[in-house]
Structures are given as structure tokens and as C-alpha cells.
């Protein structure tokens, strides 16, 4: 049976040797030729990066044999890279996209494959149908080129320069150094080596790193930043008397952040907290956006503010959207992707980290502390997010009741039903909760938000029993 390669909100994943082979990679990356072929039948030229997953150059090798063969030249990253910094380089370079195989915060079987296309974002749903439908079923016949004068060449490039300094430009490091903050820095194995530590050491900031070296294994388990993956962080942290703790995922656009104690500041905290303070450093007021299924804390902000609010389905590619539109100083998704003005229109793990330093540097305050004061500006919000996993009698009943348009739930009035991405139920005392089903497993991935701790477990408790009653 033919692999039907069909790309997510992030592209195309699955586990190395059973679905990621090399044929069925040959068949995906012969789709982008095609479809990048129609868009630009002649001087196409495409990145192709990957982060240090097993066989990646491997597989960077593959992509650039198809792409020469199409007539389009790649544009080879040496070394596993960072995916902003391949969205950056596309930008900076005019190329007309980047292919990029990496998995991100997948456990290291699996491998996967993102396309950027010209501006650097991820590819959106238009273009990510026509390439499945470019893919070919098996047999792949390489294309006749007599008639092209020549055949493109390959060629080798470095992100990281180009990337590091654009950072420069967007972080404050001065105000970092002042203040004498220590740093620790935890990338998980993954791309993000050598990236914001070398940026940070060369600006004359105390950085300690953990895991800095390549390991396809990712230490045994996912590469995710996730507050139960980074006691080796918290151990560098207390072992330099760091005031803060960053870390990046396997492609480093997702982040984790501790606090200065070690506490792990969930991304939708971190979201609000950086829109606030851009607001106050920057003096951006253009707009703010945030998936469905992120804190309503930053519609609180930004109503405070009087800042534009823009409420997206899950997929940073529509976030990007409005960042290229410049509508927003900042969009962000609880799953740790945020971006900001004037950067690059993907998710950017290393920005992240970078802008709460500085913020902590230019606050002099803990992460909690601010916290608290925006807890005290526009009330308190207690997020989590839940999986449950579903049977199939169970995900068939499920699925008709979400068409359902409740009036109550669980004793509580729903005042707003919204549709953009799943449903999500708004009830009357502000607190809320979204169901999306996955599109790749049996799981409903539940999405809750209360305005106090105690409130949170009751209405988990109630999202939980609704999907199984």
C-alpha cells in the first residue's frame, strides 16, 4: 500500500523506517519540485535544511538530487539549523522557499518534512494541497532536462551569521550585560546549538549550556522543552545561580522558559507576558493575535490596551499571515510558537528565550512577579490542556456532538460558541474550554481555561466527562 504523504499545520511527520523512508521522501520532495516547477518554471532556487535528526544529510543529499533534476537549484545548509533561521535566510535571500526535514518536538523515530515558501512562512493550506497532489504514487521517473541549457548547481550556505545578527538588531544585549544576568540554556540536542549562547557569551553575558552536542536519540526521549524534560536545565540553573533558564526544541522554534527558583512559566504565560512588554518597550499597538486555543489573558490585555485582537486556528502559518501584514506587534499558540514585528513570519524559539531575558534584565523582576502584576492589572488565568484518547464508538458519538451548539454547560451558561478552529464554548464567568480532534490519532485534545486554579480542575473535570458521557 502506498504512504499517502498529507502535510499537518506543520508539515509532513512520521516514523522513520515505516512511513519516513527514503522513497516515500523522494515522492514528497518531488511534489514540492513540481509544484515550486509551476510557480517558477526557470531560476527557482530552494533552501534545504534539516535539524540532527539520524540520516539528515542523508536525506538533505535526496532533496537536493530531485530539486537539480527539476531544474531547481538547492541551496544546501551544511549543518542542522534552526527553522527561523531558514525562514530568515529564505527572506534575506529571495528564494522561492526552504524544505526542511526535521520532526520538531517529535521523539527522535520520527523525521518530517516543512516547506517555507517565498516569505518565509509556512506553507499554507492552498499550497500544501496542490503539492499532495503533485506527489507521485510510486515509479518516480526523473525529468527529462535535454532541453534546459544546464543543469543547476548545488551550493553550500550558513545561516547562522546572517540569522544572529538580525537578532542583534531585535534584543536588547546591552541591557542584559547591565544587569548582570546569568543565564542557562538547555537545546535539548537539537538545532539551537551554538545559536543564543554564542550570541549571548559574544555580548559579554554569563551563559552555562547544557547538552550541547549531537545526539539523534535527544537524550532518550522527545525534544521538547516541557517543564518535565528540563530537570538538567534547573541543575545548570542552581550550579551558576542563573536568573533565568531557556530552552529550545529539535528545530528551536518552540520554547520553554524558567523562572529564576526553576518554576516553568507555561508558553501561554510567556505569550502574555511578552505582549505586554513589547506594548511598554516598543510601543507597538498594531495588533496582537493568538490561536483559539491560547489565554484569553491576552484578550484581556489587549482590550485594557485598546490593541486590535486577532483569534486564529491552530497553525502558526496564520499568525504569519498577519505578521507579514504587519497587524500585529506579536502573535503566539499555546503549543510554545511566537513571533513578533518586523521578524520573520514562523515560529521562533530563540527569540522567545532572548526577549524574556531581556525582559527580566530590563524589569528587574522575576517572571512570577510580573506575573502577579498583570494577574493584578486584568484578573487571574489558569490554562492547561488535556488529551484524552477515544475508541472508536466513543470518537464516532463525539464527533456528531460537536456539531451541537450547547446553551449550558455542566450548570454554567455558554454565552459564545466559536467555530474557528474545533469548539470552543465560552461560558458566562469568563471561563472557557475547546475540543479539537486530532487529525492523525484517536485523541481529543481539550483545551481549558478558568479564572482560578480551583475552578480549572472542576471545569477539566466537566470538559473530561463531557466527551465521554
Partial sequence: MV???????????????????FANARRAVTGIARYVATQKPQGARILVGRDPRFLGEAFSDLAAQ???????????????APTPAIAFEVIRLRADGAINFTASHNPPEYNGIKFSTPDGAPALPEVTRQIEASVPADGIEPPKLAERAAMPAKESIDVRPAYLARLRDIVDLEAIRKANLK????????AARSYPDRLLREAGVEVSTVHDSRDVLFGGHAPEPDDHLLEDLRGAMRQ???????STDGDADRFGILDQDGTFLQPNYIIALLFDYLVESRGWKNGVAKSVATTNLVNALAEQMQVPLYETPVGFKYIGELIKQDKIAIGGEES????????VPEKDGILAGLLCCEMAARRGKTLQQQLRELFGKVGSYFPRRENFRLTPQVKQKFTEKLQAEPQEFFGHKVVQVVRTDGLKLVLADGSWVCYRLSGTEPVVR????????????KLIAAAEKWVFD
Fill in 336 to 343: 510554545a510558537g511566537l513571533s513578533i514585528r518586523h521578524h
Fill in 446 to 457: 481539550v483545551y481549558a481555561e478558568a479564572r482560578s486554579a480551583e475552578g480549572l480542575e
Fill in 3 to 21: 504512504t499517502q504523504i498529507k502535510f499537518g499545520t506543520s508539515g509532513w511527520r512520521a516514523v522513520m523506517a515505516e512511513e519516513f523512508t
Fill in 183 to 190: 543565564i542557562a540554556f538547555d537545546p535539548l540536542w537539537g
Fill in 240 to 246: 551558576a545561580g542563573a536568573h533565568i533558564g531557556i
Fill in 66 to 80: 530531485i530539486l537539480i533534476q527539476h531544474g531547481i537549484a538547492p541551496l544546501v545548509i551544511a549543518q542542522a
